[in-house]
């Protein structure tokens, strides 16, 4: 079993994903490594050794707070630091590697920055991230979205081990309208509602299935909306304290590394979101 991994660099977003990033390695009972990026800010052509020893001291520093912070939160856990040379993003893809789970700090919706570590990151790591938002549990649900994709069944695996540790509320959203989550790209199933509700919930309901058999202590919920992917998991994400999605779905546009619903929920969901590789499943 590998650890958790929390990227920390001082600011409020990065001590809300330490809090979420602590409670997770306590409840999967592994050790917890916070990880810190520093970085020469001047071009490399600006060469100032002992300019760079200092701001290196200086992450040192910043590093030794965040792992002191972990340990105050959780006497008894195994923390440990990693600092590491270079940017934040570059530094997480390589640590996180055998991570359980890799977990970060995000700025609040509709505030992203382009080129963010936490738009960039779910993007290519081979492992679970975790986009810390929201602070604390309102409701104590998970909201996993499905469509029958691989994607979505790693994100229902991770969903509900989630809602398991956490003794969360489970539910599974389908949004179906749109061309892209039509089981089999059938578009004739839009000229029958009836029929389509009829297809796409059974796709639903043999996807949650195995999950309700492993997990049969978990309360899970299905829910079929006639709605875009993307409006579906939004409004639902108004009552979730956590939202799990897949790298990618059943939608076009393949050479996208990350789906256009797992882009748009980090960019816009109001809780904090958790986007899962394709190789989880």
């Not at 609040?108 to 963010?116: A, F, H, L, R």
């Amino acid at each position: 079993m590998g650890d958790v991994l929390v990227g920390y660099d001082g600011t409020t977003e990065s001590e809300r994903a330490l809090r979420w990033a602590v409670g997770e390695a306590r409840l999967r009972r592994t050790s917890l490594t916070v990880c810190h990026a520093w970085r020469w800010p001047y071009p490399i052509s600006y060469v100032d050794i002992e300019g760079a020893a200092i701001i290196k001291k200086m992450g040192g520093h910043l590093l030794d707070h965040g792992v002191a912070l972990a340990r105050d939160m959780a006497p008894g856990l195994q923390v440990s630091g990693r600092l590491m040379d270079g940017g934040t993003f570059s530094a997480l893809l390589q640590e996180g590697h055998e991570a359980e789970v890799i977990v970060i700090g995000s700025h609040e919706p509709d505030t992203m920055p382009v080129g963010s570590t936490a738009l960039r990151l779910p993007a290519r790591a081979h492992r679970p991230v975790v986009v810390v938002r929201s602070a604390a549990p309102q409701e104590g649900l998970v909201v996993v979205g499905v469509d029958g994709s691989a994607g979505a069944d790693a994100a229902l695996a991770f969903g509900f081990e989630q809602a398991a540790l956490r003794g969360w509320q489970l539910r599974a959203v389908y949004g179906c309208w749109e061309p892209g989550a039509a089981p089999g790209g059938d578009l004739s199933l839009f000229d029958d509602e009836e029929k389509l509700r009829r297809v796409c919930g059974s796709v639903l309901e043999r996807s949650v299935a195995p999950w309700l058999v492993k997990y049969s202590y978990v309360r899970a919920t299905t829910s079929l909306v006639l709605r875009s992917p993307r409006e579906a998991l939004f409004e639902a994400a108004d009552e979730a304290d956590l939202v799990v999605v897949g790298t990618r779905g059943t939608g076009p546009v393949a050479p996208l590394a990350l789906g256009a619903t797992s882009d748009a929920l980090l960019h816009h969901a109001p809780c904090t979101v958790a986007v899962i590789p394709q190789a989880m499943s």
